[in-house]
């Protein structure tokens, strides 16, 4: 059984949270306060030299790190339910949605850029928060439009099954519910995220069911 490395609130462990559920695979799973620096033992940077969640370790004891190449790799390996479309133009339009999320709006609100701008920006908890809504609008705004305008949205982002880009925006969504950020311009999305959430498979990996959940 693979060991999944990873923390209750990171959102990068609730996307592979989700692809492992949706893929019916059993983890076990090991918990890392981020707040208190867990990730940034030998123990764990000989796992992840970047100290980040999450680390997907095989059987074989191979270390996988980053969320969507660890979720492309168990849909190579377990390719049923497919979490990419068969198509290479839905193939890119999903992994395009996905990385709206994973590139443009989850690496400016990491916890260790939200603790430098406190750190090295004297930003406080209010800052912060604007910093944090700043950069959720800034790509939620065009999301939803891509979302919204397009012939293959279905009841998930691509068609009617879901997949990479549901799954990151699933993470996403409850992120941003921690920060208080409005929701009303995206009905898109939010219907989106609803859809999921009547999946048993999203509803296990969201954060407040973790055992590490505080
Ligand atoms: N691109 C990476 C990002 C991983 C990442 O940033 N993880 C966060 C939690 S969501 C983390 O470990 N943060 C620790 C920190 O910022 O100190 C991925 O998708 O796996």
Not at 27 to 45: G, I, M, P, S, V
Not at 98 to 114: D, G, K, S
Not at 176 to 205: G, L, Q, W
Request: with cysteine; charged share 25%.
């Amino acid at each position: 059984m693979p060991v999944l490395h990873n923390y209750f609130r990171s959102s990068t462990s609730t996307r592979l949270r989700a692809a492992l559920n949706l893929k019916g695979l059993d983890y076990d799973y090991r918990a890392y306060a981020l707040l208190k620096n867990e990730t940034r033992t030998d123990a764990f940077l000989s796992k992840n030299p970047a100290g980040l969640v999450p680390v997907l370790e095989l059987d074989d004891g191979t270390m996988l790190t980053q969320s969507l190449a660890i979720i492309e790799y168990l849909d190579e390996v377990h390719p049923a339910p497919a979490l990419l479309p068969s198509d290479p133009a839905g193939r890119a339009r999903v992994r395009g949605l996905a990385q709206m999320i994973a590139c443009e709006v989850h690496p400016l609100n990491n916890l260790r850029v939200l603790q430098y701008l406190e750190r090295a920006f004297d930003q406080d908890a209010a800052g912060k928060a604007r910093w944090f809504a700043h950069w959720v609008h800034e790509t939620f705004r065009p999301l939803e439009r891509a979302l919204a305008d397009s012939p293959f949205t279905g009841r998930f982002c691509h068609g009617q099954d879901p997949g990479l880009a549901d799954i990151c925006l699933y993470a996403q969504v409850w992120n941003n519910a921690r920060f208080d950020i409005d929701a009303s311009p995206y009905p898109t999305v939010m219907r989106i995220f609803a859809a999921c959430d009547e999946i048993e498979a999203f509803r296990k990996a969201a954060p407040p069911e973790q055992p590490d959940a505080v």
